[in-house]
């Protein structure tokens, strides 16, 4: 009879173990990017939770809740047309540059207007184009 109750405790403390160690938003949220492991900098808009997962993991077990946000598979990945995947430090704004002067390779003189030659008289018709 101790055997029989000792393999239940085993079997009942390993499925409370694995339960919470496998989170909804670990095993189905797909790879966590480095957008969802980054922490936003001050001002920027905080990163959004997956409800879907959240919801699962107090449905289910609740402890699964810790590894979902320790693994940050519970935020939900960088939208496509959003910025940069790692936010960073916040860049103090510079004076706008002076405008660059073309860089000359060779002094150039400047080119005298040329000559108009006038166009050409018609050509005569030959005796082929004559019609009869």
Known sequence: M???KKLVLSVAAASVLTS??????TL???RVTAYQKTTP???QPSREIRVGALVADLLL???SLAVDFATSAIYKPQPRAAAPAAPTAAVAPTA???????TATAP?????PTATVAPAPP????????RH
């Not at 706008?96 to 073309?102: D, F, N, Q």
């Not at 150039?108 to 005298?112: E, N």
């Not at 050509?123 to 004559?130: E, L, V, Y």
């Open 20 to 25: 919470s160690l496998s989170s909804c938003a």
């Open 108 to 112: 150039t003189a400047p080119v005298a």
């Open 2 to 4: 101790k055997t029989f």
């Open 41 to 43: 900098a001050p001002g």
């Open 123 to 130: 050509a005569a018709p030959s005796p082929k184009d004559k």
């Open 61 to 63: 077990f609740w402890p």
């Open 28 to 30: 189905f949220g797909g």
């Open 96 to 102: 706008p540059s002076a405008p660059v002067a073309p």
